[in-house]
C-alpha cells in the first residue's frame, strides 16, 4: 500500500501517455493544429521544413513524457525517503523501458499508429535524461546520493558532525 501512496501519480501519468497514443495524437492528429501554426509562425519556410519541425516536436514530446515518467517512477520507488542513488535511478530508468516498450506495442492496436523502436530508444533517453539530472542536482545539494540526510550519512560513517 506504502507502493500506491506515492505511485499513484506514476499511474495517472501512465494513463496519460497511453492517451497520447491515440489516434488524436498521430502525426496527422497533430498536424492538424500544429501545422497550421508553424506555417503561420514560419510563412517563408519550406513544405520540408515544416514538416521536419513537426517531427521534431513529436519527438521532443516522446523526451518531455519519459522525462516526467521516470522521474514519478523515482518518486514512487523512493516511498517518501530523500535524495537519490543508482539503485533507484536504474529501476526508474527499468520502469519507463518497460512501459516505453508496452506503449508501442499499444500502438500497434491503433488504426493511424504504429510500433517504432526510434520511438523506444527516444523515450528511453528521455528517461535516462531525467535520472542523470536528478543524480547532478542531489550531488549539488550536499546530499549523499544514497537517499540519506546529510547529518545521517555523517553519523553512519563515524565521523565527527560538522552540523
Do not use: C
Request: hydrophobic share 50%; charged share 15%; aromatic share 12%.
Amino acid at each position: 500500500m506504502r507502493w500506491l501512496r506515492h505511485g499513484w501519480p506514476v499511474l495517472v501519468w501512465a494513463t496519460a501517455i497511453w492517451l497520447f497514443s491515440t489516434d488524436a495524437f498521430s502525426e496527422v492528429g497533430t498536424g492538424h493544429f500544429i501545422l497550421p501554426v508553424l506555417r503561420w509562425l514560419l510563412p517563408h519556410a519550406s513544405h520540408h521544413t515544416i514538416f521536419a519541425i513537426h517531427f521534431l516536436i513529436r519527438k521532443s514530446a516522446h523526451v518531455t513524457e519519459y522525462f516526467i515518467f521516470s522521474l514519478l517512477a523515482l518518486e514512487a520507488i523512493r516511498g517518501g525517503r530523500r535524495g537519490w542513488n543508482r539503485t533507484w535511478g536504474i529501476a526508474a530508468i527499468a520502469i519507463a523501458a518497460g512501459y516505453a516498450a508496452t506503449d508501442e506495442l499499444h500502438q500497434l492496436f491503433v488504426a493511424s499508429r504504429g510500433a517504432s523502436l526510434l520511438d523506444v530508444v527516444i523515450d528511453i533517453s528521455g528517461a535516462a535524461l531525467a535520472q542523470f539530472i536528478m543524480a547532478w542536482w542531489t550531488s549539488r545539494q550536499g546530499r549523499p546520493n544514497d537517499g540519506k540526510p546529510i547529518k545521517a550519512a555523517i553519523k553512519d560513517s563515524g565521523a565527527a558532525s560538522p552540523l
